[in-house]
């Protein structure tokens, strides 16, 4: 479904895109997605020259979930001397923060279809395997301890 996309950004940036077809919840819990997008990676870095592919040039990318999963594969990948650095990641629409629900593009975009607020915490709960009962304290900040929110508010606030 994303090979076009792949595609177009491959040759827009003059770059190799890492596409993963990793497993999917729920039949395979979180971190079976994470952990096949990673291996996948570090396959393509390590053996990126016997494809024709300069390994400076590789981007992972990932819309939605994936987009998540490409964040972190770059996360996970970046304290790594023994592989080429990524050249760049592409997010389409992560989860990238679950501490605050209530910050300002929350509140923009709590109406949008498909991305409505509570759908959105629903998903994030499926993930990692939680249970949906807790949707309305996730929504109002009840999941994350008063010390930890304090500790963030410097890169997770509405300023």
Same mark, same amino acid.
């Given at each position: 479904?994303?090979?076009?996309?792949?595609?177009?950004?491959?040759?827009?940036?003059?770059?190799?895109?890492? $596409?993963? *077809?990793?497993? +999917? /919840?729920?039949?395979?819990?979180?971190?079976?997605?994470?952990?096949?997008? %990673?291996?996948?990676?570090?396959?393509?870095?390590?053996?990126?020259?016997?494809?024709?592919?300069?390994?400076?040039?590789?981007?992972?990318?990932?819309? $939605?979930? *994936?987009?998540? +999963? /490409?964040?972190?594969?770059?996360?996970?990948?970046?304290?790594?001397?023994? %592989?080429?650095?990524?050249?760049?990641?592409?997010?389409?629409?992560?989860?990238?923060?679950?501490?605050?629900?209530?910050?300002?593009?929350?509140?923009?975009?709590? *109406?949008?279809? +498909?991305?409505?607020?509570?759908?959105?915490?629903?998903?994030?709960?499926?993930? %990692?395997?939680?249970?949906?009962?807790?949707?309305?304290?996730?929504?109002?900040?009840?999941?994350?301890?008063?010390?930890?929110?304090?500790?963030?508010?410097?890169?997770?606030?509405?300023?």
């Amino acid at each position: 479904a994303y090979e076009r996309t792949c595609r177009f950004f491959a040759r827009t940036s003059n770059s190799v895109v890492v $596409s993963v *077809g990793y497993r +999917l /919840a729920p039949e395979y819990p979180y971190p079976t997605q994470f952990e096949d997008c %990673l291996v996948a990676t570090i396959h393509f870095m390590k053996a990126a020259q016997d494809y024709g592919v300069d390994p400076s040039r590789i981007i992972v990318c990932g819309d $939605s979930s *994936g987009g998540t +999963l /490409a964040a972190a594969v770059a996360q996970a990948l970046v304290n790594r001397s023994d %592989l080429p650095k990524l050249r760049a990641q592409i997010l389409i629409y992560p989860f990238l923060q679950a501490v605050d629900f209530n910050l300002p593009s929350y509140q923009q975009n709590k *109406g949008v279809p +498909l991305l409505l607020k509570e759908r959105t915490i629903a998903f994030g709960l499926k993930y %990692l395997n939680k249970d949906l009962s807790a949707i309305k304290a996730v929504s109002k900040g009840c999941h994350v301890p008063e010390y930890l929110q304090r500790k963030y508010q410097k890169w997770v606030s509405a300023d």
